[in-house]
């Protein structure tokens, strides 16, 4: 497979060295024959024609020789490009399925590095990574580098993947790492070390969020309410990177202390760590509220397994509400929900939808029962009973 790779690859790319050589054309016109082939343009390649022979007999080839060598342009033009690319993509195809298989966490790791920036890729990938028992640690300063990295069991989240982070700020906190590892202990430490040039309030905030900072075993608010008195700390320490640690530090009289505040709520917590980093990875506000009810039986991890007809029982978060009329008049929707595991689309009918629309807002968490169907593959379910769950962080 190699070798035959090989050879169309080269048979492929030599079209432009051949035009050029052989019929005198500009690297330009070159281009214009070679897109010509990969599109089959059959009009193009006809009017090219005429130039590619003229152009070798002003070479001193004979016109026979460059009419054989035109028809194997135009014969390869309707096999090779795609020959070429099927070969290739076997290839990949075969390379990435081995490293699926044999070496899962790297190659998550790689996939999520590549997605950064497109958040429902990233999703899609996380939710696939943990149905096949790949847990997922929180970004962190202290350990986290611009990509997706292989730790341990599972995979640790970037620094990048953090909405608010720029990439001067990863590339200066990996360069501390290296000179002043203990820094990072303590958020003044840290503010002194980064200087108040890097330590910036919005940007400390949006690490808070993502759970950055958790290893300093600090409540999250606690951390918030803090950030405003160690910038200030490092404004009078060391304001830029140009002024050395052991001079800013030297006449140092103590630091100051961490802010008491009340404890985060954890649905506040969840819900800004969603905004942070774009779905919620320490936990899940379905994880919590699914220990309140023993009826439920099901999760989406386990809907794409069972058998169409099948009774379920389950708690969700409602991701999109679309409100539509029947013939008849009557409202229904259809509603995307969501868990840890995944998302699948109910379906409330009238009847349904009467007695649960005041609560079919976004962000809001349901439980239901009805039946699963499956259409174009994918698992749906008719809801027969809806309510309203406990709210966390009341």
Known sequence: MGEKLEIISKAYLSLLQIASVMAGFTMGQADLLRRAVSKKNRQVLEEQRAAFVNGAIKQGFDIQVAEEVYALIVRFADYGFPKSHAVAYSVISYQMAYLKAHFPLNFYAALLSNATGNVEKIQQLVSEAKEKGIPFYP??????????????????YSLSGVKGVPYTFIETVNALRQTNAEAFNNLFDLAVALSAQHFKPKIMES??????????????????????????????????????????????????KYMEVEAMPQKEKLLHEKESLGFYISAHPVTEERTFWNE???????????????????????????????????????????DEFGTVSVTLFPQVFQLVQEFLLEDELIYLEGTL?????????KVKHAQATKKLGN
């Open 207 to 256: 690490l808070i969020f993502a759970g950055a900072l958790d290893y300093l075993m600090k409540d999250r608010a606690v951390l918030l309410a803090t950030v405003e008195a160690a910038q200030k700390h490092a404004e009078l320490l060391r304001p830029t990177e140009d002024i050395d640690i052991a001079s800013a530090t030297a006449y140092s009289f103590g630091k100051p």
């Open 373 to 381: 169907e499956r259409r174009f593959g994918k698992p749906q379910i």
């Open 296 to 338: 439920v039986n099901m999760t989406c991890r386990e809907l794409k397994r069972e058998r169409e007809g099948t009774y379920v029982k389950m708690i969700g978060m409602i991701e999109e509400v679309k409100k539509i009329r029947t013939k008849k008049g009557e409202q229904m929707a259809f509603v995307q929900l969501q």
């Open 139 to 156: 970004p962190s300063l202290k350990r986290s580098t611009k990509f997706f990295t292989v730790e341990k069991d599972g995979v640790r």
